[in-house]
């Protein structure tokens, strides 16, 4: 007998048609002798129908009211599946995340787990019951409800793993797997058997969404057994593992994309030591995630442009901090431009391969593709280009590195 947890994204919920898909799935376990704990998104869509409903009550919505509202699609569901189960002959109730309690930080919209009460869980599967937990959602420690940012379904399931010490955490989901990059994008994406935690974190972290990046980073530490699998087949899923469990490494284990990036340049910053601070400074005091930074050498020694990119969702907010900071900056004008992605490729086998950057500006130099600006880590290479080319750049490069599947 197994103890394991089943997750099941937003669209394996969407509707009672697939709930009842989703119940055989757990039922099949269960009655395998396992117990299960599931953990669930809200219907697809749902939660960005709440959040348009907070923005438009108002666009400065309480953080701490918002997580009210966008925590109760995931409510929903968990009752949906609970009440099926039952009506398929299964035991099974509910636990919101103030009952089993998920403490989490007080960040409302991105809060952090700190620990999951087990105790009434632990009693409840071993009673026989198949305890179904919304995703998502949490409890500060004074009692307000909390969310875990976007895609945090995820999160929630690696944690109630760890904290069960869970057999398996199976992330049910609407593609068969992690795949070389986004099937949707790309029809001859190849599903990968094995990936490892890191590559998997790098991925996720630069935009392959398929997991939340905090669950990957929760999996490596806790050592959870991940597998992504799909809730529409019985096909064999992707399993995330550590490095010396995957036989034969690619160069590269993928390639993602991000649409939620915007590019900043201040033009004319004086030329001074210090000066980065004062940019950087005030927009890090802002909670403002800066991601890839350009400084160019000042051509007439005194004066130089400095481009950084931070997240779409961020940039109103970026903006009215850097103006407000235009006396201690001293630039002479703000360029924006929010028509930018950030595509990248992904590998451990960087660390021993020279020459991956390289290929990866030729692949773009030979379509026309200009770059706006580039990062790299240990097993990592991002470009920023025109958000128009996005879909064929990552068809581009997945082709130079050889990851399309046989036609
Ligand atoms: P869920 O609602 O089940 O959590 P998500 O929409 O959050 O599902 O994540 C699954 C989606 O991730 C897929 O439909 C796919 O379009 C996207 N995706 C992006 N990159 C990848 C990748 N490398 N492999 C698989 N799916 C990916
Ligand atoms: N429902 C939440 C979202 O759409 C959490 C999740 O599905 O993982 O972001
Ligand atoms: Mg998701």
């Known amino acids: 007998m197994s103890l394991i947890v089943m997750k099941f994204g937003g669209t394996s919920m969407a509707g009672i048609e697939r709930i009842r898909g989703v119940a055989a799935r757990v039922k099949r376990e269960a009655e395998a002798g396992n117990q299960v704990a599931v953990v669930v998104s809200a219907m697809a869509g749902e939660t960005d129908r709440l959040v348009g409903f907070c923005k438009e009550a108002s ?3 309480d953080p701490a009211e918002y997580d009210v509202v966008v925590a109760s699609g995931e409510q929903v569901t968990s009752g949906l599946l609970a009440i099926v189960l039952q009506s398929m002959g299964v035991k099974a109730r509910s636990w919101l995340g103030w009952q089993l309690p998920v403490h989490t930080s007080g960040s409302h919209s991105k809060a952090r787990i700190h620990d999951v009460g087990t105790d009434a869980l632990r009693a409840a599967l071993a009673a026989g019951e198949v305890a179904v937990i919304p995703g998502f959602q949490g409890l500060t420690d004074d009692g307000r409800v909390t969310t875990l940012g976007r895609g945090g379904s995820d999160t929630s399931a690696v944690a109630v793993a760890a904290a069960l010490k869970a057999d398996r955490c199976d992330i049910y989901t609407d593609v068969e797997g992690v795949f070389t990059t986004d099937p949707r994008i790309v029809p001859r994406a190849r599903k990968l058997s094995k990936i490892t935690y890191e590559e998997m974190l790098e991925l996720a972290s630069v935009g392959a969404k398929v997991l939340q990046t905090r669950s990957v980073e929760l999996a490596m530490k806790e050592k959870v057994r991940v597998q992504v699998l799909s809730s529409f087949s019985d096909e064999p899923g992707t399993l995330v593992v550590d490095e010396d469990e995957v036989v034969e490494q690619e160069l590269i284990a993928g390639v993602a994309y991000d649409r939620n990036e915007a590019k900043v340049t201040l033009i004319s910053v004086p030329d001074r030591p210090g000066v980065v601070a004062t940019i950087f400074g005030p927009l890090a005091d802002a909670n403002i995630n800066v991601d890839m930074i350009v ?101 581009v490069l997945h082709t130079a590195y050889g990851l399309d599947a046989a036609a």
Do not use: C, W
Not at 300 to 328: I, M, Q, S, Y
């Open 59 to 61: 666009p400065l919505a």
């Open 295 to 395: 400084q160019n050498i000042a051509a007439d020694g005194r004066t130089t442009d400095v481009t950084f990119t931070v997240p779409r969702t961020e940039l109103a907010r970026a903006k009215a901090v850097l103006e407000a900071n235009l006396g201690a900056i001293g630039y002479e004008r703000l360029d924006i431009n929010d028509e930018v992605a950030k595509i990248s490729v992904v590998g451990v086998g960087m660390r021993s391969h020279a020459g991956v950057a390289a290929t990866m500006f030729r692949s773009l130099a030979e379509r026309g593709i200009n770059i706006l600006a580039i990062t790299t880590s240990e097993i990592k290479v991002s470009v920023l280009i025109a958000e128009e080319y996005l879909e064929l750049a990552v068809r």
